[in-house]
Nanobody
Framework: QVQVVESGGGLVQPGGSLRLSCVASGSIFSIYVMGWYRQAPGKERELVAYINNSGRAMYADSVKGRFTISRDNAKNTVYLQMNSLKPEDTAVYYC?????????WGQGAQVTVSS
């Protein structure tokens, strides 16, 4: 079994910053991809960013230049640094671990960008 736990959400003003963290535990393979998705009210879940074991990252166009994903393989941890936050970034952010054709999800972390 694999467990994925997010932390670091909260309320921030437009233009502010937040950092999300996600720790995976359990039966973790040596090769896996970790990423962040988000779901706003009334909208479908969308990919924000992902990063592979080699550190290669991919970002959604809407967050390029503002968000940075990074990982610590030794700790099975992935981070999402979010800068220049906008109200449209408000959503529940979900951590995802993909390995062996299986997806594992965290419980979600609420991020609210509002003045």
């Amino acid at each position: 079994q694999v467990q994925v736990v997010e932390s670091g959400g909260g309320l921030v003003q437009p233009g502010g910053s937040l950092r999300l963290s996600c720790v995976a535990s359990g039966s973790i393979f040596s090769i896996y991809v970790m990423g962040w998705y988000r779901q706003a009210p009334g909208k479908e879940r969308e990919l924000v960013a992902y990063i592979n074991n080699s550190g290669r990252a991919m970002y959604a166009d809407s967050v390029k230049g503002r968000f940075t994903i990074s990982r610590d393989n030794a700790k099975n941890t992935v981070y999402l640094q979010m800068n220049s936050l906008k109200p449209e970034d408000t959503a529940v952010y979900y951590c995802n671990l993909y390995q062996g054709h299986d997806d594992y999800w965290g419980q979600g972390a609420q991020v609210t960008v509002s003045s």
